[in-house]
């Protein structure tokens, strides 16, 4: 998963968030969310949970009694950032003094687990730093900080989180997408990656409260659930039959529920793609033809030193494999340009991958040393060149994007509506190929999943009309 929260906004907001606030004395807090879509939910779930303890959600962190700063730590400058946000809270929470109230600041998320009271060292503001397994234990923390006691929480729990935090509320109407986790951590170890130190060993939620969780979402107008973890495709959670199930099981199921029409999952890695999934794809109609299917680079060489597990033609043959079995299927994948060793002629089989595969999308990065992971001591390659080649890479990108987007007009495809649009009588939707899709639509078709023609294609997103 990506720095995507920002770009990807968190399309399971719930509308009506305010709902949440009319019990107990009201206090407020502000919640702000960097990387991936597990952060995003981890928000939500913060949020119910601090809710249920009387906090109102707010969407600014000014006059706020407690902020959260759900951080990411994926690269150097998203772990940065966390910074200079403390910074912009300072004059805040000083204004907040002065009126004789608190703002209790909290850290959280992948940054909060990595440096843990480094934190509370180099910012004397924060009174909370609380690690992903921890969430639960959140609105205890907040109420100690209000008294004035510092907490660091980072422990890997013998219990599970997901057990304490509440679930999504199906009293209020539900935005028509949303999140839900099923497993978290990675076993893997890529050279590059905080994950494993972030968010620990891989865990799978079991079958059971996953149905559990879906069927609620449904139940307050969810139509389509996009199954998060940061390897879901090495799911492995307890089945309804006591044996451990994989992934492309527990969607069999979901898709068994009434009114889920729609099913999405991310981000998989190429060696848990299986064949029960890869037939998923072509025998499930309610699951998305689309797939974030990361693989980083095309050298072998760098690949090994990547320890990915897998081959530049082992990837390619399982995209063939995927595409035989849906052959509508839009691919999207990470890379990362610069990993310590890549020489140009590495750096080109990444370019040869991509020609060959054809992305409908794709995020790209720079290599970025991370503190503790195995590339971090290896010798670096220059920034200058880092660039250069991110630079080609997403020209080469972005020209297969915009290839896919074209291809799209002209077509006829189902549209679920999300949102209204800016202009006036226009609504946003996504195409099963998770373009954002605009078109002329009464407000009450939000939820409503429409038959659009596509009539445009822009960079990032489509225009369409009613059929
Ligand atoms: N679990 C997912 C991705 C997790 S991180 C997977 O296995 O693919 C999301 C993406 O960030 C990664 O796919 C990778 O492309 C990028 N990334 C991770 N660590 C990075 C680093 N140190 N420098 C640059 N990009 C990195
Ligand atoms: Fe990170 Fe690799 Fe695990 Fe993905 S598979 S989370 S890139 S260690
Ligand atoms: Fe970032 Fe942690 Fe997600 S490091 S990408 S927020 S798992």
Not at 40 to 67: F, T, W
Not at 215 to 241: K, P, S
Not at 319 to 339: C, K, Q, Y
Request: charged share 25%.
């Amino acid at each position: 998963m990506q720095d995507k929260a920002q770009q990807d906004q968190p399309r399971a907001e719930a509308e009506d968030a305010s709902a949440a606030s009319s019990v107990g004395p009201t206090k407020r807090v502000f919640i702000k969310t960097y990387g991936c879509q597990m952060n995003v939910y981890d928000s939500q779930r913060m949020g119910d949970a601090l809710a249920a303890a009387g906090y109102a959600p707010q969407d600014e962190a000014e006059n706020a009694d407690l902020v959260i700063l759900n951080t990411c730590h994926i690269r150097e400058k998203a772990a940065e950032k966390v910074y200079s946000e403390l910074g912009r809270l300072a004059p805040l929470a000083a204004a907040k003094k002065r009126n004789g109230g608190k703002m209790a600041i909290a850290v959280a998320g992948c940054v909060a687990q990595a440096e843990g009271e480094e934190i509370m060292r180099r910012q004397p503001l924060v009174d909370v730093v609380v690690g992903p397994q921890a969430y639960h234990r959140l609105p205890e923390m907040a109420a100690r900080a209000r008294s004035g006691a510092r907490t660091v929480d980072t422990e890997f729990p013998t219990e599970d989180k997901f057990d304490h935090l509440p679930t999504p509320k199906t009293a209020r109407r539900l935005a028509p997408t949303a999140f839900l986790t099923v497993q978290e951590g990675c076993d893997k170890f890529c050279a590059f990656c905080v994950v494993p130190y972030t968010r620990g060993a891989e865990v799978s939620r079991p079958v059971r409260k996953i149905l559990a969780e879906a069927e609620r979402l449904v139940t307050g107008g969810v139509r389509e659930i996009t199954l998060l973890g940061q390897n879901v495709n090495a799911y492995h959670g307890a089945g309804e039959d006591g044996v451990d199930w994989g992934l492309a099981q527990l969607i069999r199921r979901l898709a068994e529920i009434d009114g889920l029409d729609l099913i999405r999952y991310t981000t998989s890695h190429p060696r848990d793609m299986d064949d029960a999934l890869i037939a998923a794809h072509a025998e499930i109609p309610k699951l998305a033809p689309y797939l974030h299917l990361p693989v980083q680079a095309g050298s072998d060489k760098v690949l090994k030193a990547m320890n990915r597990g897998h081959t530049a033609a082992d990837y390619v043959r399982l995209v063939e494999r995927i595409r035989a079995a849906r052959p509508d299927i839009a691919l999207s994948g990470d890379f990362i340009v610069g990993f310590p060793g890549e020489t140009e002629e590495d750096f080109e089989a990444t370019l040869a991958l991509v020609r060959e595969v054809r992305y409908a999308q794709a995020f790209s990065f720079k290599y970025s040393s991370r503190p503790g992971t195995p590339a971090a001591d290896r010798p670096q390659i220059d920034e200058a060149e880092k660039a250069d080649r991110l630079a080609r890479l997403q020209a080469l990108l972005g020209e297969q994007q915009r290839a896919f987007m074209e291809a799209c007009v002209g077509r006829e495809m189902p549209v679920l509506i999300e949102k209204k649009g800016r202009e006036q009588g226009q609504m946003v939707g996504r195409s099963p190929y998770l373009q954002p899709t605009h078109l002329l639509a009464p407000a009450e078709s939000r939820g409503e999943i429409l038959r659009v023609r596509i009539v445009g294609a822009g960079t990032n997103s489509l225009a369409a009309e009613l059929v």
